[in-house]
């Protein structure tokens, strides 16, 4: 089924209006203004605990989106239109199944988030909600601000991965020790900042991509990714220039005397990071539309090159693993936190056309990933 296929199915299974102002209307109506689309409320429902715009706790907005945001008219009571839904949904009817089948991943994160806040709403009254509302120094409209949303969310999503919540309870730096190799230091020097801000910049972001489930904001966070993301710190080492301390030995031994002067215990000590000229496109500057992988390398401090077990072959390990950018502040660095051998995730990165490690958070299930090995 082609794009405009697929736009067309929802329009007849979810029922949607003809004319944008009559779907306007409909969602400021249902959300007392708080968006002006569809696609505004789902995704505000799909990510409640980090959104530019908090989903309201407004009862009847979850529930339409549970409804799959049909058209619904003033003479409509939403309860109406959910009861039937959810029997819909009992009785697997054929339209219930097709509209399953269409449904966008967005919306089928927004439907189960709505499941589990639902229940709570349906507990509290208008009152109770304002006053949750006042005791975080919110407005006096605060049954529709959605204020309270984050402090909902929390109650009824899983809690986040381990390794995350220690970093927001420590409030300290998290992330990597970072070298350049000599030809990047050579081809960029002075100006590497810009660079790799325009690296940074020229990813791919958010939920769009084939790789949008590999990004630090694809995995479950309770409290606000923010601060995650404030806390995230890249350490970097100074150029290493003594010619005694070349190569990736070299760089192994500069690591194990800069890494005392290391302040905060979330910047790991077991791997660091060195930055290739490789995957740096030469035309940086010219990149329209981004570039679709970028890596670096990570390194064991421990593995040397001389090692009794070393065998030296092209295709042979070497103590380090490309990884992709994507997941560096991701899950590449739970993988790391957690004691996962670097030997190991090299192996799984032959199996990337590439031969880059990249991590995912599991689709509906963004506290947990796919195997780290």
Avoid at 67 to 86: G, H
Avoid at 295 to 318: G, N
């Amino acid at each position: 089924m082609d794009h405009d296929d697929l736009m067309l199915s929802r329009s007849v299974l979810f029922d949607h209006p003809c004319y944008y102002y009559d779907h306007y209307e409909m969602v400021r109506r249902v959300t007392n203004g708080r968006f002006r689309s569809d696609q505004e409320l789902v995704h505000a429902a799909a990510q409640p605990g980090d959104n530019y715009k908090e989903m309201p706790t407004l009862l009847d907005a979850w529930k339409w989106v549970v409804c799959d945001v049909r058209s619904v008219d003033e003479n409509t009571a939403m309860q109406a239109l959910y009861e039937k839904q959810l029997e819909e949904e009992r009785l697997q009817t054929p339209q219930e199944r097709a509209r399953e089948l269409i449904r966008s991943e967005g919306m089928k994160m927004a439907r189960r988030n709505a499941r589990w806040v639902i229940p709570v709403l349906e507990k509290l009254s208008p009152q109770e909600l304002a006053q949750m509302e006042q005791e975080k120094g919110g407005s006096m409209f605060a049954i529709w601000t959605g204020g309270a949303m984050l402090e909902i969310w929390k109650q009824v999503s899983p809690p986040s991965p381990p390794w995350i919540q220690h970093i927001a309870d420590s409030q300290q730096p998290w992330g990597f020790v970072f070298y350049k190799s000599r030809l990047v230091q050579k081809r960029y020097g002075h100006r590497w900042d810009v660079v790799w801000d325009d690296i940074a910049q020229n990813q791919p972001t958010g939920f769009g991509g084939r790789y949008k489930y590999s990004f630090l904001g694809s995995i479950h966070c309770r409290g606000s990714l923010s601060t995650l993301k404030k806390l995230w710190t890249e350490v970097w080492a100074p150029p290493v220039s003594s010619d005694d301390r070349t190569g990736d030995d070299g760089l192994r031994d500069h690591f194990e005397d800069y890494k005392d002067s290391i302040k905060s215990p979330g910047i790991l000590r077991n791997t660091f990071i060195v930055i290739d000229a490789q995957p740096i496109p030469r035309d940086l500057w010219r990149q329209e539309t981004g570039f679709d992988m970028f890596w670096v390398w990570a390194y064991d401090p421990e593995w040397r090159s001389l090692s009794k077990d070393t065998i030296l072959r092209d295709d042979e390990y070497q103590g380090r693993v490309k990884v992709s950018f994507h997941s560096l502040n991701a899950w590449f660095y739970a993988a790391c936190l957690e004691g996962i051998s670097i030997r190991d995730m090299w192996l799984k990165a032959q199996q990337h056309p590439d031969k880059i490690w990249i991590g995912y958070s599991k689709f509906m299930e963004p506290w947990d990933h796919a195997p780290y090995v």
